[in-house]
């Protein structure tokens, strides 16, 4: 996901930032088995994901939508994995998913994206949703995004343009619910002078065999909990 402000460095900042949350998350959501004799989600499967996506209509009032870059890359993977303790297969694997249009607030600076994902079982969709609840992933992302994997996430950077040292810290329970996990990775980015804060929120909730991730992207203003919470409660009640 890129937030659209024009020409410049946010784009790419943004897509790194998401891009190193999406090494861990694949989240989905599905009530049906997926095809026995394929191994792919079945057209029921793919049609209750659809379902279960947000619309235009469950955003504030003035938000608008836009196409989604649902562009994914490997970075990452295997430094993940070891660090977290599971198998790179499961931080790596990418199964079929569906995906809403971006949506932004009127300036852009506000951004929601959503994600429904088939996994090949409830066993494997509830493995997928531990790493994101995991007490350790967190520090380890922080970690990857702040060390020598940095320069590949987020690319080459305009003349004048800088960015801090990214933070990632889980969500609160309290907050969510215990049943939703999730983590937000904070960057500071810095352009003639003037530093912003971006920060990237993922959660995350799982029915089945059917995962769903809805992604919170701010760039100065940060979201409000209270329309965090109205958003993703509306996503997750669909599952």
Do not use: Y
Request: proline share 8%.
């Amino acid at each position: 996901m890129v937030v659209h402000l024009g020409r410049g460095p946010r784009t790419t900042i943004t897509a790194g930032a998401v891009l190193l949350l999406g090494v861990v998350a694949s989240t989905a959501l599905a009530i049906a088995p997926a095809d026995a004799a394929s191994g792919r989600p079945s057209a029921r499967q793919l049609s209750q994901a659809r379902s279960a996506l947000l619309v235009r209509s469950d955003l504030p009032s003035g938000w608008r939508s836009a196409k989604s870059d649902t562009s994914a890359s490997n970075v990452g993977n295997a430094q993940l994995a070891r660090c977290i303790g599971v198998t790179k297969a499961l931080v790596a694997e990418n199964p079929p998913e569906v995906t809403s249009p971006q949506f932004q607030n009127s300036d852009g600076t506000l951004t929601v994206n959503d994600s429904v994902t088939v996994f090949p079982s409830s066993k494997n969709a509830d493995a997928e949703l531990a790493i994101a609840s995991n007490a350790k992933t967190p520090g380890c992302m922080t970690r990857l995004a702040s060390g020598p994997l940095k320069s590949k996430l987020f690319g080459k950077l305009p003349k004048g343009v800088s960015i801090g040292t990214p933070l990632v810290s889980p969500t609160s329970p309290s907050a969510f619910g215990p049943s939703t996990p999730g983590f937000s990775m904070s960057v500071p980015i810095t352009t003639r002078g003037v530093t912003v804060n971006l920060t990237v929120t993922q959660l995350f909730a799982v029915k089945g065999v059917l995962g769903q991730q809805v992604t919170f992207t701010s760039i100065g203003t940060a979201f409000s909990i209270p329309l965090e919470q109205q958003i993703a409660s509306v996503a997750f009640g669909r599952l």
